[in-house]
């Protein structure tokens, strides 16, 4: 029922900027605050970035702030991540998913590839 699918991933130089989509279906999008979450080559889970119900609230990993943005447009039931002065470390699976007391990042898209590189 609940699907998120995330795009805009691709092949981008250091210093380069990105923007990723996460479109939702199958649930009360704005019910929900939500998150990005990446996964690095050969690394765990590293939480990115998240945003209350309304946007009225961001929070970032300290080495995503000021370079990354995340929001969101709930009339359109899609949350985005913008992404400035990526560097090669940027370079992961990121993932979009759902934060509520019952369930922290209870349900995740398939996620969309990342690659910063020259």
């Known amino acids: 029922e609940v699907q998120l699918v995330e795009s805009g991933g691709g092949l981008v130089q250091p210093g380069g900027s990105l923007r990723l989509s996460c479109a939702a279906s199958?649930?009360?999008?704005?019910?929900?605050?939500m998150s990005w979450v990446r996964q690095a080559p050969g690394k765990g889970l590293e939480w990115v970035s998240a945003i209350s119900w309304n946007g009225g609230s961001t929070y970032y990993a300290e080495s995503m702030k000021g370079r990354f943005t995340i929001s969101r447009d709930n009339a359109k039931n899609t949350l985005y991540l913008q992404m400035n002065s990526l560097k090669s470390e940027d370079t992961a699976v990121y993932y979009c998913?759902?934060?509520?007391?019952?369930?922290?990042?209870?349900?995740w898209g398939q996620g969309t590839q990342v690659t910063v590189s020259s």
């Open positions: 199958g649930f009360t999008f704005d019910d929900y605050a």
């Open positions: 998913a759902t934060l509520s007391a019952k369930a922290l990042f209870g349900s």
